[in-house]
Each structure stands twice: as C-alpha cells, then as structure tokens.
C-alpha cells in the first residue's frame, strides 16, 4: 500500500465509524445558532473557519452573552490549545513535508484525525506519502461536518422559538465531559474550574472564564507532574 490514493482511501474508510457522533453534533451547531440568534452565514462560517464543535459552542456563546472580543478569542484558543500538541507529537512523522503541506494538513488535524493517524504513523513510519492518511481522514469529518452544520441551519430555522433549544448547550458540554467523571484526577480539575467560575462569575469582561480555565489547566499539571514522579 504505497500509492496515494490507497492510503488517502485507507484514512477515509477508517474514519467511517467515528462519523457517528460528529453527524449530531454538527445539527446541534447549526440548530444552536441559529437558535441564538446568529445568521445563517455567520453559523456557517464558524464551522468553514473554525472546524471545531466545542469551540464554536463557546464562540456562539460568549457572543451571544456579551463577552468582549478579547475573552472570546482567548476562550477559543483555550479551547482548541490542544491542537498545538496533536501537531507536536505528529511532527516527527511529516519532517520532509514542505511548510505549505504541513500548513494545509494542520486545518484538518481535528481530535478523531489525530487519533488514527497517530496509531497509522507509527505503524508506518517508513512508509512514503503516509500524510495521505491524514489527509484522507481529516477531510471526510471536514466534509461531513460541512454538511451535518448546513443541515442543522436549516432544522434551526424552521423550528419553533417556543421550543427554545438554547438548553442544548450545557447538554452537548456535559456529553463532552461526562465521561470523564469515572477518572478522580479529572473530576478534581472539573469541580475546580466549575467552582472559581461560579465564584468569580461576576468580575468585569466575563473574564471568570479565563481564570477557571487557567485553574484548571495549573491543577492538571500538578497531578500529571505528581503522577509522573511517582512513576
């Protein structure tokens, strides 16, 4: 399996079975917002520029409520910060690629695209044009998630605003993180965050969003630094 097409081919068929939950939950972002208010084109765009769910949840809803543009885009880098390690650890497998490849591949480097070609690099490493495997796999969820967003513009505009689905927001963040309520090191950094940003909830710019996300990401390095000496 050395041509091009095979493995851009190898990463689509791979990713099939994780399409299954981005399909949801690109209706919820596009029925969001609209339900929020936004226009069809801003919604949109969100999911064409952005290309991440939870992040463009955070965006619809700082806007939404006010927040300024600096804590926005601050939330959003926050948010999506852990893209800056999914491309570290895939550095060493794309060395030879030029800096354009690399720059267009980070676009679709998303959290079920780095999983597999994380796993495929590895058992690959040798293996000539293996970056079509990214390739292959981060534009299927692009493509389909394109596509799961202008359906559910669509559903937000025609359904009623008396159903006001605006609640689907603190659910669609739960089914992000409920399953990390088994592990106890990661419920400790969940509790901390929730609680600094209920306690600080009324500072000015609705910064309180970023000090919980800080506190939450210095008490995660304190348990990763003591786990790791443990070790």
């Known amino acids: 399996m050395t041509s091009k097409t095979k493995i851009f081919n190898k990463g689509v068929l791979d990713v099939l079975p994780l399409l299954i939950p981005v399909v949801p939950f690109g209706l919820i972002i596009g029925v969001i917002g609209i339900e929020l208010g936004f226009s069809p084109v801003f919604v ?10 939870s992040a463009q949840i955070v965006l619809f809803q700082l806007i939404s409520g006010g927040a300024s543009p600096v804590i926005t885009l601050t939330s959003v880098g926050v948010t999506n910060s852990r893209h800056l390690l999914y491309g570290a650890v895939l550095s060493e497998y794309l060395e030879d690629l030029s800096t354009t490849w690399k720059a267009f591949l980070s676009y679709f480097l998303v959290d079920q695209s780095f999983a597999l070609s994380h796993r495929f690099f590895k058992k690959n490493t040798s293996l000539k044009n293996k970056h079509y495997y990214l390739l292959g796999s981060g534009f299927t969820l692009w493509f389909i998630w394109q596509i799961s967003t202008l359906i559910g513009i669509f559903l937000g505009s025609i359904v009623p605003e008396e159903l006001g689905l605006s609640f689907a927001i603190p659910l669609t963040f739960l089914s992000l993180i409920v399953h990390e309520f088994r592990k106890y090191d ?3 950094v969940i509790f901390v965050s929730g609680f600094l940003a209920i306690l ?3 500072i000015p710019f609705k910064a309180y969003i970023i000090a919980a996300s800080l506190a939450a990401l210095i008490v995660a390095s304190i348990i990763t630094n003591i786990k790791f000496k443990k070790k």
């Open 186 to 188: 990661h419920l400790l």
């Open 44 to 53: 949109y765009a969100t999911s064409l520029i952005v290309f991440s769910g």
């Open 200 to 202: 600080f909830y009324d």
